[in-house]
Structure formats: C-alpha cells, structure tokens
C-alpha cells in the first residue's frame, strides 16, 4: 500500500501485519508500506524445520534478496524489533526502527517473561470461544490486555479481538516463545556499521520487555538513538500511534 520508498513493517510474537492497522495509513501517505506475516503467523505457513530468531531472521533476509528489497528500512515491534536489530546487525536493511525489541533481558527477566507470556496465552487460548464480549467491554479488555498496553480501555475492539484471535491460531507461537524464553541474548553491533539511521523505541510503562532493558539494547547498538514513549505499553503503534508515525517519519 501507498508509494515512496519501501518501508518493511515486522510485527511481534503471535500478531500478523493486521497490528500497525492504527499507523499504516499514515505511513502509506509518503511510503511504500510492506507490512508482512512473518512465517507461522497471520496468513504465512511455517517454517519447515525449527522456529527462532535466527531462522525468522534468514527468512525475512530471503524475501528481501527474492524481491529485490535488500537494504530496505525496516520498523520491527517486539519481537520484530528484535528481528529489526538482527536484520541491521547483517547489514541486511538500511534504516530501523526497533519499538520495544526483545533479547536484551537478564536470565531472570527473561524466565519471567517466559512465563508470564505463557500464562496470557494459554489464558487467551481457553477465553476463545467469548473473546468477541470479553474485547467489547472496556473492563475485560483492560484485564486481557494490560500486560501489553499502558491503555487498554482505548483499543479499537476490533483490533484487539483480532490481535488474540490471531496468537491463538498462530501455529509456530509456541516454538517461536520457547527461543525467546530460553535462547541466547540479542548480540549487538560494533560502532559504524549501521547501514542507515537506527533508533530503539521503549514504552516506559512496558510490562513486557521491561524499560531498564533499553539501556541495554542501547550499549549493544551505539549506533542507536534511544527514544522514550511516555503513558505507553509494549506496543507504541497502539498507545501512542501519533508519536510512533512521528519519529519514524523524522528518523527514515
């Protein structure tokens, strides 16, 4: 959707491009939107073989040689942040921006997100069947969500049933959590190498990946700007859609 130059959308664990619904239209207006389903999620078939960072990372780095996009800029939320910093690390896009990117917790932050994200989706799992009256009232919305936005209540519900419905149908969820939860930590990249501008971007009210991760994510990445969202969750695309368009307009 739209024309400019490309930008690669990649969205978080369990959710499909359908998540950057609230910004895509405004990006669209000055660029070429590739909002893809990374593979297992949304509408893409799995991977043959295992599921991880590295494999989703190859993944992505083929469609790009396929179709001609290699160094194209790249916005990565959760874990396609992490796949965003990957990607830059490979020199395989230009420009990236990495909205509250995973791997970068201590072994005790990460068992816990593990186990915590565990928990929300055998809980959303077993809620399928009255999702649709859970996401209309502002109450059970706020309840299933708050571990991901810093508002709930203010989600579209549409967006919100979509986004459960698709972490439940989502056939490499699980294999893909057990990588992030039990994998090694995202390694970074030295000074100077950065093919384009980079900039990380963390809610300060992020129950998922936790702010004093960023600090971290910044050490690994010199080449990156650290850019806070204030009164904003896991995913600034839902909470703070008008700052997230923003900065990245201004940064690619």
Do not use: Y
Request: overall charge neutral.
């Amino acid at each position: 959707m739209g024309a400019g130059k490309p930008l690669l959308l990649l969205h978080g664990l369990g959710s499909s491009r359908r998540s950057w619904d609230l910004i895509a239209n405004d990006l669209a207006a000055e660029r070429e939107i590739i909002a893809v389903d990374l593979p297992g999620f949304g509408e893409s078939p799995p991977l043959d073989g295992e599921v991880s960072i590295a494999t989703l990372a190859d993944a992505v780095a083929a469609f790009l040689s396929e179709h001609e996009l290699t160094g194209v800029d790249v916005v990565g939320s959760s874990m396609g942040a992490r796949l965003a910093l990957e990607l830059a690390r490979r020199r395989e896009v230009g420009g990236t921006v990495a909205l509250d990117p995973g791997g970068f917790w201590t072994p005790r932050e990460q068992r816990l997100f593990g186990a915590s994200v565990a928990v929300s989706a055998r809980l959303v799992r077993l809620l399928q069947p009255i999702l649709p009256l859970l996401m209309g009232n502002p109450v059970t919305r706020t309840l299933l969500l708050a571990q991901f936005s810093a508002r709930p209540w203010r989600l579209p519900p549409d967006l919100a049933l979509r986004e459960l419905r698709s972490l439940a149908a989502s056939p490499s969820f699980d294999e893909a959590l057990r990588d992030l939860a039990h994998g090694a930590p995202q390694p970074g990249a030295p000074a100077g190498s950065a093919r384009g501008p980079m900039v990380i971007g963390w809610g300060r009210r992020d129950w998922v990946c936790l702010p004093r991760q960023a600090k971290r994510a910044a050490a690994r990445f010199p080449d990156a700007r650290l850019v806070w969202f204030d009164r904003c969750g896991h995913f600034p695309q839902w909470d703070a859609p008008e700052q997230t368009t923003q900065l990245i307009r201004e940064s690619l």
